[in-house]
């Protein structure tokens, strides 16, 4: 069989651009193995690419789909990036830059993972992008538990029914910290609390900034994970403690803020943020290393889940990005080859 099933971009604009397709088999290059495709998640990159916002880095398929599970097939598995000791035949999720929505896929083998012990295909499919973004952003970029408090730091998610939200929350949990988050509504305030967020704060009815200080005694929060932008970035300096970080990770409400730079300066508060597309396979696999060792054994035993919404087949991708943009959903929405 040379051919699959893919999903492709037909134009730049609304879900009905999305239509199967049939296309080749890729070849697996230099460090990378051929996954047979069991499963593979819905991201908001996805929608930015499919509306034409999100160029496709140089050499990356068309293809949309940044994370899957399913089985090696083939593959340069000598490679110095196989940190796992992976074989064909094993059940892996992999992190991509591209080329998710198909039947087949290449992957470095440096993003490749075994499945957590225990985890279904599907559970694994909701893996990878939101916990390589976490584990990049939360605490190593945001450095979350490292500050002048150490464990007695605070995190503020904003988004945190969302796939990564969600992910956030958990693992600051479970390394011991107060975690507040915000919402659109009662509904996922209730949701994020029942995932251990000490506060979830409906935006639409409170001033999150307000708020936050008053639940940390005026002090503010540590570390703030902002998947928003915009008019987000002046409140969130508002709420930030000294020495606080702000890590930017996606622009929902906008890419541009107009910010008091006293506050930076007073408060040495730190304003990054970062993608994790464009980062080369070396850097996303001492991700996967970190998480292998630390996270892994988390999800075995369930004290760490991934939140699933819905899984649907992969003809439904159309109505898979209508409830993403929809916003209803709480953590991932997954998709399955027949």
């Known amino acids: 069989m040379s051919n699959m099933q893919a999903i492709e971009i037909t134009a730049p604009g609304e879900p009905e651009v999305l239509r199967l397709t049939e296309r080749s088999i890729p070849t697996p290059g230099e460090g990378e193995v051929l996954i ?9 990159p996805d929608i930015f690419q499919r509306r034409g916002n999100y160029p496709v880095p140089p050499g990356v398929t068309d293809i949309p789909g940044l994370e899957v599970s399913g089985e090696i097939v083939s593959g340069d598995l000598d490679h110095a990036g196989n940190a796992f000791g992976l074989a064909v035949g094993q059940r892996v999720c992999a ?15 440096a993003q490749c993972l075994p499945y957590p012990d225990g985890f279904s295909d599907v559970e694994a499919a909701a893996l990878p992008e939101t916990y390589f973004t976490v584990w990049s952003n939360v605490f190593q970029r945001g450095a979350l538990g490292q500050g002048p408090r150490g464990r007695s730091e605070t995190l503020l998610v904003q988004g945190g029914s969302s796939g990564i939200g969600t992910v956030a929350i958990q693992l600051a949990v479970q390394r011991g910290h107060r975690v507040f988050a915000t919402a659109g509504s009662q509904e996922k305030c209730q949701f ?10 409906n935006y639409r009815e409170a001033d999150f900034a307000a708020e936050v200080m008053s639940l940390t ?11 928003v932008g915009g008019d987000y970035l002046p409140r969130e300096l508002a709420c930030a403690a000294d020495d606080g970080r702000i890590v930017i990770i996606a622009l929902q409400g906008g ?4 910010i008091p730079l006293s506050h930076i300066l007073r408060r040495r508060v730190t304003v990054t943020g970062s993608t994790l597309r464009p980062r080369d396979a ?24 991934p939140i699933i919404e819905v899984v649907m087949p992969a003809e439904r991708i159309v109505e898979a990005h209508q409830l993403m943009e929809s916003g209803t959903h709480k953590g991932k929405i997954l998709l399955t080859w027949g």
């Open 36 to 44: 047979r495709v069991a499963a593979f998640g819905i991201n908001r």
């Open 95 to 109: 992190l991509l830059q591209g080329g998710g929505y198909a039947e087949y896929c290449t992957a470095p083998v």
């Open 192 to 201: 994020c609390e029942s995932l251990g967020a000490e506060r979830a704060i």
């Open 217 to 227: 005694e005026g002090r503010g929060v540590d570390v703030i994970l902002d998947m």
């Open 255 to 258: 890419k541009e803020a107009t």
């Open 282 to 305: 070396a850097f996303k696999g001492e991700i996967a290393r970190a998480l292998h060792a630390d996270v892994w054994p988390q999800l075995a035993d369930r004290r760490v889940k």
